[in-house]
Structure formats: C-alpha cells, structure tokens
C-alpha cells in the first residue's frame, strides 16, 4: 500500500483500544514526506526527499508497524516500554529497522495529558536516538548552543552540536524549554511548572537525549569545560550549519528559487553620480614591471601608515583594473552550465557569481577628488555616491581604530556582498562564501598592492550598519562584508628589520631577499 504524503502524521491511531496514550513514553511514527509502499514481492520501500530504503524479508510484525507508522501513531507493545524508566526498548527485530530508518522517524512524547509535547527527528544518524533520563536532584539546563525558532507553523529546538530536531508542540513543552533556561532540577521543575514527577522526567529525558540539556556532573556542566567556553553562540551555528555532516537542511548549489524568482543581474546597476574615468594599464608595461609571483608573495606585509605623498589616480586605476574589473561577461541561458548571468574578474569567485562590490573612500588621491566612490567594474571608473566629508571622514575613522589608531590611509576599499546572487544558487552556504569571496579578494588586493610598492593592509571588521547608511544600502540586498586600506608607500630606507621576538622557523630568509629584491627593483608603476 502507499500512504498519502500529504496525509497529517499527527492524526493518531488506536492501535490497542485498551491501552491510553499516557501510559507510554514515546509514539513512533514517520517524519511528514515519508511515503511508504508495500510491493508485490513483500518488500517494504520507505520513501523520503532525504533517503529512500527497501526493506526485505521484514517479519510480518515490524511490517504491519511500518504500515501503520506512515498513517499515524505506533504505540510500542506494553512490554517493549520496560526497562529503565524513560528508556525506549524496542523488540529487537523492530529495533534494527528502526535504527536503520532513524533519519525517516519521529518520536512523539506525550505529557501527562496524553497529548504530543515533543517530537524528535534525527538529522544525522549517528545512532538510534535514546532519551537519557535525569536523576531528580541534578541539576539540568539548557545548552546555551541551543535556540528556538519557528518553522512554517510550529517552534523547533536546535542545537549545532546536536545531532536531533525537537519541535515543541504544546505550551507545556515550551514552558519546560523556558524554565530550562536557568539551572534547575526535576524536583524544582515539578514543583514550579506543575507537571508530575514522571512528566518532567519524560520530557527532559528526551531533551537531555537529543543533546540540548546538560546535566551537572559532580557539580560542573560539560559546556563549562574551556573548550566549549571559547566558543561563541553564532561562531559555532555558522561553522556547523554552513557545512555538511551534523544537520540534514539542504546545501549546495541547489538553485532554490529557481523559477520563482529570477536571478540578480550579474553587474550592479549603475549610480547616477558623476564619475571618474580610471587610466588602463598596459600588460606589456605591467609584464616588465612585476616582480615574480614567489617575490611578492614572500614580500607581502600589511603597511599601515602612508607615503608623505598620495596615491595617484593612475595607480588606483592600474590596481582596482587588475584585481576587480570584469574580463568577460555571459548572459543569462538556461541552455548553458551556468544558469544565470555571470562575469569573469581577476580573483576566483564561486559559481562565478562575483557578489562582490568596491567601494572607496578617499581621502586623497593625485587626479582625483575626495569622496566616496563605487567602482565600476565593466566601465573601469569611479561613480560618486556620497560627498559628505563627514560621512567620509565617519568611514575613515572607523578603519583607523580597527587598526588601533594611526594615520588615515589614501584609499579605504570597502567590499559589499550582493546576498541573492549567492543565496539564488546555494543554500545553506551563501554567507560562508561570501567570506571566503572576501578571502580570496584580500589576498589578489595584497599581491597586486605588493607589486605595484603600494601601502596595503587588510582590515578584520568593520561597521555594516554604518556603511550601509553612508552608501545607501538596503542591508537584505546589500552589505559591507570587508575593508581594505590603499595608500602609497615610503620607499624603505632598508630592509625591514626581523623582529627579535620571532624565532625564525622554515626559511625566514626568502621573506628577507625577497623583500630586499622587490624593494631593489626599478619600479614602472609609479604615477
């Protein structure tokens, strides 16, 4: 038999008229989009968006469990509920489908009423999820990883060191949640909730188990361990869910909107500010003028503070032509490997979608007037956006303290993401790429600045709702995501000299007679 996808795994079967729903700790029945089909042969295929089994010579108990498991609710036999109280002990033919199924299935805890307080899925099967009952005066609470959010219309419970989901599906599941949130123990919380002893025992044995409460030992909980304490709440989200292996929420270049909403144009649509033409360098003169690539990458160093005179208009130009101009562009073609419009530059971008924008703040700049300015990647110019000097001098300041003070640079580039360029394609990624977009740009800005003798130095953070405001972005379309200083260098009157407090390790001196090389070399970039 198949059931009905789009029947509710909420509506609950009677399976033995003379057993209630309270009296046992868990329901088992399958996640919503499990389709399961009996075929002629006697197989059994269980069918989902996230796995599909086929299950042979299934004894003829497990198979009518299964059957009534994608209807609805499965009370376990009376006898398979003994053991431990709390523990889910299953018959052991049953419980070998079920571990192998453990990502298809649900189990539904009820409270005292009867009624489903709790229901936990699996979304890496690393093993049969287990609840681990609590003793009564321990104390408990919630993982401070944990977070509660809703999805479609309920309130799901998540942690990204766990391996399960747990939607709540009654106040009393999500009062339970509430007064975990503070360390308590049974004993309190069946005194200030009001649920029963073997309730609160229920529940938070299911919580404990799927990892989103911690239980004391000897006093101390494990997320107090220093480990744990240098990670950060939104750190160790990201790392987790941005990456496969410890949920089962799509990832990848999944193309989730596609016919839904169309694809952002690959080139942003330009300011209507005055603009600035930027000299185009010659490849010949560059050829002849560039150290080679070991030079300038066992040279590259981050140089704060600026020349005594400004970059100049042709430098800016032959940098921001080097490190972002677009080459080569596609249009959109749902024929083509590549969906969407896209664009070539010089540094790698994922997909070739190139979310990136350049916008510089100068300050000073031989050919050009202050200001702040976007550039124009297919153009090759500088469009005003904002004259402010305030709101200049606002962006200048900010990157000054990110560098504990100092002189302003000549050029501060501040680098936004255009979001739905990435999220049109990947899910669950996007904002990771993002990053490693800004990674990769940084390094192309550092080893184009170190052969051209430029001042470079990368920024680690910056204010995006500042900039937003300065720029006049709307931050769900646009945003800052990094920032770079430009400015023309000194010449170095020596070789930099090693700081004593470093201990050279594998070959320091190629960084010296590189530098010494590149600084010794006749420079043609120069404006």
């Known amino acids: 038999m198949d059931s009905n ?3 509710a795994p909420s509506a609950t079967v009677t399976v033995e008229s003379s057993r209630r729903a309270p009296d046992a700790p868990v329901h088992l029945t399958f996640r919503n989009g499990t389709v399961v089909v009996e075929e002629a042969d006697g197989a059994i295929r269980v069918e989902h968006p996230a796995n599909t089994f086929v299950l042979r010579q299934v004894p003829e108990r497990v198979r009518r469990t299964l059957l009534r498991m994608a209807t609805g609710l499965v009370i376990p036999d009376a006898d398979t509920q003994a053991g431990q109280e709390g523990l889910i002990v299953l018959p052991p033919s049953l419980a070998v489908v079920i571990g192998r199924l453990e990502r298809l299935v649900e189990y539904r805890v009820p409270d005292a009423s009867g009624k489903d307080a709790l229901a936990v899925e699996t979304m890496v099967c690393e093993s049969r999820h287990q609840p681990l009952p609590p003793s009564r005066d321990v104390p408990l609470r919630l993982s401070r990883f944990a977070y509660l959010r809703r999805e479609a219309d309920g309130l799901v419970l998540e942690s990204p060191n766990s391996a399960r989901r747990v939607r709540l599906l009654n106040s009393r599941a999500a009062g339970l949640v509430a007064a975990l949130g503070t360390a308590t123990t049974v004993t309190e919380l069946v005194g200030g909730l009001g649920l029963s002893e073997v309730e609160a025992i229920r529940l938070t044995s299911h919580l404990t188990g799927a990892a989103l409460v911690e239980q004391a030992a000897d006093g101390v909980f ?3 361990s220093d480990t744990a304490r240098q990670w950060s709440f939104h750190d160790m989200l990201f790392h987790s869910r941005s990456r496969m292996g410890r949920h089962d929420y799509p990832i990848g270049g999944v193309f989730p909107f596609t016919g839904e909403i169309p ?16 000299p185009r360098p010659d490849l010949t003169t560059v050829l002849d003028a560039d150290p080679p690539l070991t030079v300038a990458l066992e040279a590259r160093r981050s140089v704060r503070k600026p020349a005594q005179d400004p970059i100049t208009l042709r430098q800016l130009g032959e940098f921001l032509y080097r490190t972002a101009r677009i080459r080569s562009l596609i249009d959109q073609d749902a024929e083509q490997p590549v969906p ?16 990136l924008e350049f916008y510089l703040t ?9 200001g702040i300015y976007h550039y124009d990647p297919l153009a090759h110019r500088l469009v005003l956006v904002n004259a402010d000097p ?34 049109w394609k990947y899910a669950g990624m996007a904002y990771a790429t993002t990053l490693k977009h800004v990674g990769v740009a940084y390094q192309t800005m550092y080893l184009i600045a170190t052969a051209m003798k430029l001042a470079p130095c990368a920024l680690g953070n910056g204010d995006s709702a500042e900039a937003e405001k300065i720029l006049g972005l709307d931050h769900l379309q646009e945003s800052s995501v990094g920032e770079f200083m430009l400015s023309a260098a000194s010449p170095p009157s020596a070789v930099p000299a090693r700081r004593t407090s470093w201990r050279p390790a594998n070959d320091h001196d190629w960084h010296t007679i590189a530098t010494e090389r590149l600084h010794g070399q006749p420079s043609t970039h120069d404006g």
């Open 5 to 7: 996808p789009d029947a």
């Open 222 to 224: 494990p997320e107090d």
């Open 390 to 423: 305030a709101d200049r001098t606002r962006l200048l300041e900010r990157a000054m303290r990110a560098t504990s003070g100092g002189t302003p640079p000549d050029a501060l580039i501040t680098l936004t993401s255009r979001f739905q360029r990435l999220s």
């Open 263 to 278: 694809p952002t144009p690959a080139i942003r649509p330009a300011f209507p500010g005055p603009s600035i033409a930027l």
């Open 340 to 355: 969407y419009a896209a664009t070539s530059r010089p540094y790698p971008s994922g997909g070739a979608t190139y979310d």
């Open 362 to 370: 100068l300050r000073r700049c031989r050919g050009a007037e202050a």
